[in-house]
């Protein structure tokens, strides 16, 4: 759950909004401490709502752009209200890392795909044929051999997968 959470606000950055920014303030470790990006260089925390806007003037020497990064990332971290859950409590750092191992990466998610080609329509649980969204009602067609009042529907289980 925390992993989505974070994908979630995580994708609330785009170039279009969050651009020509340090690289410590960049989306992954911002989304880590529950910021997402409300609008262009704007941050709003997703528990207690404090907005912190980051504008770094590109006229600024680098020294100054590189301690006004800092200020900001400090911000980032201490902004949040008291009672925020963010406050003392990021995502992990893991969070932030990406895969190196590609082919590693490759292999798993064939293996994934393997796996799931091996789920057969007739291998998953039976469900009551009313609740087969897509028809409304008990409409699905029955397995042969079943007997009646089982209410298990070929459909229910397909629309499953």
């Not at 406050?87 to 082919?103: A, G, H, R």
């Amino acid at each position: 759950m925390a992993d989505e959470e974070y994908l979630k606000r995580l994708g609330t950055y785009s170039a279009s909004v969050w651009f020509g920014k340090p690289p410590n303030l960049q989306p992954p470790f911002l989304a880590r401490y529950g910021w997402s990006c409300a609008s262009s260089s704007l941050l709003r925390c997703t528990c207690c709502h404090v907005a912190i806007y980051v504008d770094i003037d590109n006229r600024l020497s680098r020294p100054l752009c590189d301690r006004a990064a800092k200020i900001f990332e400090g911000k980032v971290r201490g902004s949040h209200k008291e009672h925020c859950i963010w406050k003392d409590n990021p995502c992990p750092e893991s969070f932030e890392k990406l895969p190196t191992d590609y082919l590693q990466v490759a292999a798993e998610v064939a293996d994934r795909a393997v796996t799931l080609s091996d789920i057969r329509p007739m291998t998953l649980p039976c469900l009551p044929a009313g609740l087969n969204k897509e028809t409304g009602g008990g409409e699905g067609k029955e397995r042969e051999g079943e007997g009646e009042g089982e209410g298990k529907s070929l459909d229910a289980k397909v629309d499953m997968l």
